[in-house]
């Protein structure tokens, strides 16, 4: 069975200083593993995903995430926050790509 | 441009009336597939369909329905609005090869 767990609901990082979301999937086949934004009172959109190929993937504002199949991990990180990356973050999986399975999400408080 | 579209975006509702949100997409997408966002629960799947006339149950399905009449338009109705019903409801799309999911900007339905 797919799964995704999401550790921190709530992050909170000062401007400029490094941004870390964690994200633990599980899934039984080689999985596709995705990072959605969502800002206030606004849908979900893409942040970057990971298919296949290259582990290390770069996304949209300065994001990326790494695949690590030993630790079951797609760790989102960006260097340097920005006042403008404060946002709820959901880390996804799927296997086939017709259905997706969400974490929890995780919100990205940014501190001036 | 293609895109996702709900309406309304706010709903206020008596309990026990019938409910219709709808959800049109002109990305010519076979998948369709309708969440509830709820604090504390991240996304949760509630009713997809892979095509025309295709539908299923996701995880929190009882006391919606859904019909897909054609490609573009996949209406979630809540058959007796329930106060436990209270949430926002996101719509999305896919083609199923990996290009992830594409939102609606979320109906926000409160049921009193």
């Known amino acids: 069975a797919q799964s995704v767990t999401q550790l921190g609901s709530h992050v909170s990082v000062s401007e400029g200083a490094l941004v870390l979301l964690r994200c633990n999937y599980s899934?039984?086949?080689?999985?596709?593993l995705f990072w959605y934004v969502q800002y206030p009172n606004q849908g979900l959109q893409l942040l970057l995903k990971?298919?296949?190929?290259?582990?290390l993937v770069k996304g949209i504002n300065g994001f990326e995430a790494e695949f690590k199949k030993s630790e079951t991990s797609f760790h989102l990180t960006k260097p340097s926050a920005h006042m403008s990356d404060a946002a709820e973050y959901f880390c996804?999986?799927?296997?086939?790509?017709?259905?997706?399975?969400f974490g929890t999400g995780t919100s990205l408080t940014v501190i001036p | 441009d293609a895109e996702i579209t709900q309406s309304p975006r706010h709903k206020i509702t008596e309990t026990g009336r019938q409910v219709t949100l709808a959800c049109h997409q002109t990305?010519?997408?076979?998948?369709m597939f309708w969440y509830r966002q709820d604090l504390g629960h991240g996304l949760r799947l509630i009713h997809y369909?892979?095509?025309?006339?295709?539908?299923n149950k996701g995880e929190v399905s009882d006391g919606y329905s859904v019909s897909r009449s054609n490609t573009e338009d996949l209406p979630l109705t809540l058959e007796s609005a329930a106060s436990s019903q209270t949430s926002v409801y996101f719509c999305?799309?896919?083609?199923?090869?990996?290009?992830?999911?594409?939102f609606g900007s979320g109906t926000r339905l409160t049921v009193v």
């Open positions: 999305a799309s896919s083609d199923g090869r990996w290009h992830g999911y594409t």
């Open positions: 899934s039984s086949v080689p999985p596709y």
């Open positions: 990971y298919t296949t190929g290259a582990t």
């Open positions: 996804a999986v799927s296997e086939t790509g017709n259905q997706f399975y």
């Open positions: 990305w010519n997408h076979n998948n």
């Open positions: 369909s892979y095509g025309v006339q295709d539908t």
